[in-house]
């Protein structure tokens, strides 16, 4: 079982081990952090620079391996220690925080988890990737890897979930590989690439709806700046990077047994899985449709997949209790995220109070009409990409609302914005370290050669960097 899988499965879906010595280092960091927050509080009034302590404090926690849930409600804590707000003002404060966007991202990404359940049990998943592969055939070597990486593209996008969708497509595409010759890295690298750009498309899945919020954009601008160019590169450059990790371990003993590839029980208890999936496919293209039409914002998902769940659920002939049922255990799975979301709802609140970006911009003044705009962009994809902890929909509502402001003064358009969050929250998927994502395609694969996951995702990722570099070129 993956990493990631692991952790969904717990109570707690960003749950760390750390060690002793730094948990205590993480103990006297969180004290010491609060402790100034409390003097700052006394000391000032109003906008101020100290408002910019809850941040570092998060990230500093954070990165030093601190429960993500835990970092930030000493975030929270101490931002309402600076602000001087009494037990009353708090409650208040995390009364309304319920109904901010930020806390829909995070119940929209619960009620995904609930929808990816009832895809699962209905057989749409499967039904999904046993389709395309049909389609694709298994005589030509590269239909096959383009099958691979399309039916774990569409799954994912579907289900709005990697390692979910992944662990449904695995038993299906690994003995169609393994009958062509292809090695366990090889397998590993189509499925780690099509799920990749599949995540990157999916329409509802909170860290896009997360992008689309940001930089107040419909899905259409945000597949066409962003995430349809990822998905295109990957599937263009694909078959050669998968090509290339074939040449390097062939005959290195890194072949499948076919006798292993027997696929397990499905847990499918669906009478009508064609069905369901036409269901699924006609419901969901009609919901992307409508909400691109109407512009529809954060709130539309929140509508959009539950219908999603129940539909699909009725049409594969599962029971209303039973799709009730199915919808809550996968919600349950993920339910820390909500709490996590509406934490940063509040912290996001209390910043907003303390404004210490405000008094920035009110030193920077005229400085910031001098500023690059495609600078701003580079410098914060960057900051996401290798120094923001977090989920990537955490990730992405941190950045704008830490740098949205600076970033639209610099004159960052809502397309380049677009470029600059989806980089900065994905773009460490394809390195430069190894990370759940790519562990979690390496153990559905059978595969322990995390070397050739890492030339894979370096060889996706060096492309990308410089065809982002040329839409913010255009888009700034």
């Known amino acids: 079982m993956s990493q990631d899988q692991t952790r969904i499965e717990t109570a707690n879906a960003y749950q760390v081990d750390v060690a002793p010595g730094r948990r205590r280092l993480l103990n006297v960091l969180a004290g010491a952090g609060l402790v100034t927050s409390i003097v700052a509080g006394l000391l000032t009034d109003g906008p101020t620079l100290w408002g910019l302590l809850p941040i570092v404090l998060y990230a500093v926690l954070c990165l030093l391996g601190l429960d993500i849930v835990v970092g930030t409600v000493v975030a929270v804590l101490s931002g309402v220690l600076i602000a001087g707000l009494s037990p009353l003002e708090t409650g208040t404060l995390l009364g309304e925080s319920?109904?901010?966007?930020?806390?829909?991202?995070?119940?929209?990404?619960?009620?995904?988890?609930?929808?990816?359940?009832?895809?699962?049990v209905t057989g749409v998943a499967s039904t999904i990737v046993s389709g395309v592969m049909r389609v694709a055939g298994d005589r030509s070597r590269v239909a096959v890897v383009l099958g691979v990486m399309i039916a774990c593209l569409i799954l994912v996008a579907s289900l709005g979930t990697l390692a979910g969708a992944l662990a449904v497509a695995a038993p299906i595409v690994l003995p169609i590989t393994a009958r062509l010759g292809y090695t366990r890295a090889a397998t590993a690298s189509m499925i780690f690439i099509g799920g990749c750009a599949g995540l990157t498309v999916a329409p509802f899945a909170g860290s896009n709806v997360a992008i689309m919020t940001a930089a107040d954009v419909d899905y259409l601008t945000y597949l066409g700046y962003g995430a349809g160019p990822l998905a295109l590169l990957s599937l263009v450059l694909g078959p050669f990077v998968v090509a290339f990790?074939?040449?390097?371990?062939?005959?290195?003993?890194?072949?499948?047994?076919?006798?292993?590839?027997?696929?397990?029980?499905?847990?499918?208890?669906?009478?009508?899985?064609?069905?369901?999936?036409?269901?699924?496919?006609?419901?969901?293209?009609?919901?992307?449709?409508?909400?691109?039409?109407?512009?529809?914002?954060?709130?539309?998902?929140?509508?959009?997949?539950?219908?999603?769940?129940?539909?699909?659920?009725?049409?594969?002939?599962?029971?209303?209790?039973?799709?009730?049922?199915?919808?809550?255990?996968?919600?349950?799975?993920?339910?820390?995220?909500?709490?996590?979301?509406?934490?940063?709802?509040?912290?996001?609140?209390?910043?907003?109070?303390?404004?210490?970006?405000?008094?920035?911009?009110?030193?920077?003044?005229?400085?910031?009409?001098?500023?690059?705009?495609?600078?701003?962009a580079i410098a914060v994809a960057l900051l996401g990409w290798v120094g923001v902890p977090g989920a990537t929909a955490a990730q992405v509502v941190l950045l704008d609302k830490v740098f949205g402001t600076l970033a639209a003064s610099a004159g960052v358009g809502p397309a380049a914005w677009v470029v600059v969050l989806l980089f900065a929250s994905k773009a460490d998927t394809y390195g430069p370290f190894p990370n759940a994502n790519m562990v979690g395609a390496m153990g559905l694969a059978r595969s322990s050669d995390l070397k050739s996951m890492l030339i894979t995702g370096w060889m996706l990722l060096l492309p990308a960097c410089v065809m982002y570099a040329v839409i913010l070129l255009v888009t700034t």
């Open 98 to 120: 319920l109904a901010d966007s930020v806390t829909a991202i995070g119940l929209i990404i619960v009620l995904g988890a609930g929808v990816g359940e009832v895809l699962r």
């Open 245 to 376: 990790i074939q040449r390097r371990t062939v005959g290195t003993g890194d072949d499948y047994d076919l006798s292993e590839l027997v696929s397990g029980d499905s847990a499918t208890t669906a009478r009508s899985p064609r069905i369901a999936t036409a269901t699924f496919l006609v419901v969901l293209l009609a919901s992307v449709v409508y909400a691109t039409v109407t512009e529809a914002g954060t709130s539309f998902p929140l509508l959009a997949l539950p219908l999603l769940g129940i539909v699909t659920g009725f049409a594969g002939r599962l029971g209303a209790r039973d799709i009730a049922e199915h919808m809550y255990r996968g919600g349950a799975k993920l339910i820390s995220i909500l709490l996590l979301f509406w934490l940063l709802a509040a912290l996001f609140a209390l910043i907003d109070q303390l404004a210490p970006f405000q008094v920035i911009l009110d030193e920077l003044g005229p400085e910031l009409a001098t500023i690059s705009g495609f600078g701003v």
